[in-house]
């Protein structure tokens, strides 16, 4: 009879280990604290070379992210009154004044809108189809099973022309409806694998009992089966937020105005004399904090999400 030991990591083995993990945290991170500081930077310094790491924090990218501000003549600057808000006043610094909101707050909420409610509606559907197949007995489940995978695996410029056609006919281009639909379409394959796996994990005895004690089907579903799945309704709602959040190729084909969302909107902003590289990273700031919100106040559920299956009892 064979014995096992389980022998304790050496100082060095530790000390390697700390490290990479510090080295990939450090190389993860850096592109978002670039983006983070590049904000925070007045546009001289967002494209100098070579790249400034201590500069002078302004408000200025900020400021252009949210107005749309036009130049004027000295005469005609002087002439105004002085400004009333800090804004205005970071404003007229550039001999610029401000002509009115931009659209920066529009196309975040469109995202908001789309991204929650492809989201609800994933996992709402997911869930339901993820129940039936693991708990029913589907005809040609496993082929039906495949089928919904596969649709996962196209890319998406591989049907964006008949996907374009069939909206324009449709009157669903450029509509909220459309990209919701579009983008549930999209993850609710993700959802039902996902859900079934934690379905399957969920033992049929408590149903049976819930229907003993004269649950109807849908009461033992409601009452039983969801309770026990919130961890991976939790973490499959997380994995379909990100998708819809940060989709981009079918929100520049499908949408130009009415249902922009943020990520074809903010490499358009241009400022004076090019890109404003201070208001993009703005941009990009703020549009990273919703998602990074919700995954952190679901963090324990997408962690079991992950790491599901790897360790079977």
């Known amino acids: 009879m064979s014995s096992y030991s389980i022998t304790e990591p050496s100082a060095r083995q530790k000390w390697v280990a700390g490290s990479l993990v510090i080295a990939y ?42 107005t749309t501000r036009t130049r004027v003549t000295p005469e005609q600057l002087e002439a105004l009154p002085p400004p009333a808000t800090w804004y205005e006043e970071i404003v007229r ?31 709402f559907l997911g869930t339901l189809a993820a129940y039936a197949f693991s708990r029913f007995k589907v005809p040609l489940k496993d082929d039906l ?18 996907i374009f056609l069939m909206f324009r006919t449709l ?9 919701i639909l579009l983008y549930t379409a999209v993850n609710i394959s993700l959802a039902v694998w996902l859900l079934k796996g934690f379905i399957d994990e969920i033992p ?5 009992a819930a229907l003993i004690d004269g649950y109807t089907r849908f009461q033992a579903f409601y009452k039983v089966v969801l309770p026990q799945a919130a961890t991976g309704i939790a973490s499959t709602a997380i994995f379909c937020l990100i998708f819809s959040w940060n989709e981009y190729a079918f929100a520049v084909l499908l949408t130009s105005g009415t249902a922009q969302t943020a990520p074809p909107f903010i490499p358009t902003i241009i400022g004076v004399g090019g890109q404003d590289w201070p208001a993009v990273a703005a941009g990009a700031t ?5 998602v990074m919100v919700f995954t952190v106040l679901l963090r324990k559920h997408l962690l079991r999400g992950i790491t599901f299956g790897a360790v079977r009892k």
């Open 25 to 66: 945290a450090v190389i993860t991170l850096l592109p978002l604290v670039w983006i983070l500081t590049t904000g925070f930077k007045s546009p001289n310094d967002a494209i100098a070379y070579p790249p400034k790491v201590v500069f002078e924090p302004s408000l200025e990218g900020y400021v252009n992210l949210f």
């Open 93 to 123: 610094d550039r001999d610029m004044v401000i002509a009115g909101p931009s659209r920066y707050g529009e196309r975040f909420l469109n995202s908001v809108i789309i991204g929650f409610g492809s989201t609800f509606l994933s996992v």
């Open 145 to 162: 099973l495949f089928f919904i995978l596969s649709t996962r695996m196209m890319p998406p410029i591989a049907v964006a022309i008949p």
């Open 171 to 179: 009157g669903l281009s450029d509509t909220h409806l459309g990209m």
């Open 204 to 208: 049929r005895e408590y149903e049976e």
């Open 286 to 290: 703020l549009f990273l904090v919703p």
